[in-house]
């Protein structure tokens, strides 16, 4: 696992997991924006809805925990979505995840902005670091 990114100096953390299958292939499998709980091994479950245009997701943690996310952005191998609300002690929080092509196979890239709670007792970095690690060692696992 690397903490280097594709993505400029502004996002607050960046992680980045290198896999030997065809960035086609892994963005089938995670590009969904319902797609989360099918892969990442925190989330239990992703309902969708739509509101007033726009994409939404609910997701449920396999600690119960919830969140509730926006799609604001997609591309060919990449979304963009902003968290409304959640557990993590931050806001404005923003994150894209990615596949890029690279030869042999891909990068997956997950990076995020947000601003800590002034309040928080838990470090925002950690859980959010922790979170995204726990999704790209478990696509090391399924693409090696």
């Not at 960035?23 to 509101?51: K, N, Q, Y």
């Not at 990068?107 to 950690?126: M, Y």
């Amino acid at each position: 696992m690397n903490t280097e990114s594709h993505q400029p100096d502004h996002d607050r953390l960046r992680r980045m997991v290198s896999l030997n299958a065809p960035p086609e292939r892994v963005w089938a499998e995670i590009g969904g924006f319902a797609s989360i709980a099918d892969w990442h091994p925190m989330i239990d479950s992703v309902e969708l809805t739509e509101i007033e245009g726009d994409p939404y997701r609910h997701l449920r943690m396999a600690d119960g925990e919830l969140f509730f996310e926006r799609l604001i952005e997609t591309g060919p191998h990449h979304y963009s979505y902003e968290v409304v609300d959640g557990p993590f002690p931050v806001s404005d929080y923003r994150a894209t995840l990615s596949v890029v092509a690279e030869t042999g196979g891909c990068h997956v890239f997950w990076s995020a902005r947000f601003i800590p709670a002034e309040s928080a007792t838990h470090l925002p970095d950690e859980m959010v670091a922790k979170f995204y690690e726990i999704g790209l060692e478990e696509l090391a696992r399924r693409y090696g």
